[in-house]
């Protein structure tokens, strides 16, 4: 099983960045996805997930800023990021959670300046 991210990177407030996790070792489809993060200091949260159906929830600090969607052709997980703010530094790791198995990517780290 493996969950890979890739994306993040530095950028300024009020920017955009896509990160994207590819799933392989599982049966994706069947899974339902998401993002979380986590800053220096603080517990990891949970960001955005979404359903094999494309049924999408978003913690408030995101919401109307945060896209979550997912391919299940390419067995991938997206989180597209607008309006980014320096708060919005973190880790972010993608989590793939079954009937009775859960997966944890090893995290892209996104930078947001002031």
């Known amino acids: 099983v493996q969950l890979q991210a890739s994306g993040g990177g530095l950028v300024q407030a009020g920017g955009s960045l896509r990160v994207s996790c590819a799933a392989s070792g599982f049966t994706f489809v069947s899974y339902y996805m998401s993002w979380y993060r986590q800053a220096p200091g603080k517990q990891r949260e949970l960001v955005a997930g979404i359903t094999r159906g494309g049924i999408t929830n978003y913690a408030d600090s995101v919401k109307g800023r945060f896209t979550i969607s997912r391919d299940n052709a390419k067995n991938t997980v997206y989180l597209q990021m607008n309006?980014?703010?320096?708060?919005?530094?973190?880790?972010?790791?993608?989590?793939?959670?079954?009937?009775?198995?859960?997966?944890?990517g090893q995290g892209t780290l996104v930078?947001?300046?002031s």
Not at 88 to 97: G, I, K, L, R, S
């Open 83 to 104: 309006s980014l703010k320096p708060e919005d530094t973190a880790v972010y790791y993608c989590n793939a959670e079954g009937s009775s198995s859960r997966y944890w």
């Open 111 to 113: 930078t947001v300046s």
